[in-house]
């Protein structure tokens, strides 16, 4: 995709982006754009700021009582309205031809599965029911062995031979019940690591404890990451913290949910990251498959997020030195 020097390539189009600014031209408002697509209004002005860039001007003009399109914002808005309206059109025509039900089997990493994607997957088939979803699950990191036809996978950056579009990657931060936070108030970060039992997730090709001494490396800690609990999932090892005991590296983004209800708090503002993200992959032949096609857009519109770390809820303590 080039930017202002040149041709925009349809191959590249940052279509997170055109999303983001077609719901903030409606609204014109990044409030009301935010409630409606249930993301952060940063990661709305970032995507439109990056709209804005690659387009060389801007499409909203920021006035002390609201926005406004400016001549460009004001051309494209209704073109991207009507280019999606004809895409679901199309794409809800082929799904349902005939009358006819299509199985798609969709693979996604456990933790993924509880934590994200059943909340979600019923919107899915109420939206979108002639698509049926054959869900499997597995620990290991990267694509299952079993053939399926569209996959959300816990894995490293790297090339291959699948197309990976992702959804966020992981940023992590020690985390535990309300109860231990309390004990430790006031305490330096070192302290609060040393004194709790520390609870690790086994993850393929890696030893116990590997996440644990990432985050020492980063944080700049000395710790002992020998003993404690490992389990099968984080979100097991979540659980288990949540009963008052020990301390479990979360994923901010997919734990969100227990750290603004105060079951999880993160006592310091420590986030690092982790070297994973999850990513949707498929093979690159199937982007032609309408129903494919459609799941991966639903997905990346319902879960594409920022890479940059998600804000802590109030009451995290600032981070200290060890």
């Known amino acids: 995709m080039s930017g202002r020097s040149g041709r925009i390539d349809r191959r590249w189009l940052p279509l997170n982006a055109l999303r983001a600014f077609e719901m903030v031209g409606r609204h ?152 231990v936070a309390a004990r430790f108030a006031g305490r330096a ?14 993850l393929q090709g890696e030893p116990t404890g590997a996440p644990w001494a990432r985050f020492a490396r980063q944080t700049g800690l000395a710790l002992d990451v020998g003993g404690g609990i490992a389990f099968e999932t984080v979100t097991l090892a979540a659980q288990y913290a949540m009963g008052g005991q020990g301390i479990v590296l979360a994923d901010v983004e997919m734990f969100a949910a227990e750290l603004a209800s105060g079951r999880l708090v993160a006592p310091y503002d420590a986030v690092t990251e982790d070297g994973y993200g999850y990513y949707l992959a498929l093979h690159p032949e199937d982007l032609a498959d309408p129903a494919i096609s459609l799941f991966r857009s639903w997905m990346i519109g319902r879960l594409g997020r920022p890479s940059k770390p998600r804000e802590l809820p109030a009451g995290t303590v600032d981070a200290v030195s060890p």
């Open 189 to 202: 970060l070192g302290e609060f690591l040393a004194e709790n039992e520390l609870l690790h997730v086994k």
């Open 28 to 179: 014109l408002s990044f409030t009301g754009a935010a409630q409606s697509m249930h993301v952060s209004q940063s990661a709305l002005s970032r995507h439109v700021a990056m709209l804005e860039d690659l387009l060389g001007q801007p499409l909203l003009s920021r006035r002390p009582h609201g926005l406004a399109l400016t001549e460009a914002g004001a051309a494209l808005l209704p073109a991207i309205g009507k280019s999606f309206d004809r895409l679901e059109q199309v794409l809800n025509d082929i799904v349902r031809r005939d009358g006819r039900q299509r199985r798609l089997r969709v693979h996604m990493a456990p933790s993924f599965l509880h934590q994200v994607a059943l909340p979600i997957l019923a919107e899915f088939r109420r939206d979108f029911p002639d698509v049926v979803i054959d869900l499997s699950s597995a620990l290991a990191a990267g694509l299952p062995a079993t053939e399926v036809d569209v996959a959300v996978v816990y894995d490293r950056p790297q090339a291959g031979d699948t197309v990976r579009d992702l959804l966020w990657l992981v940023r992590v931060t020690p985390v535990c019940a309300p109860s």
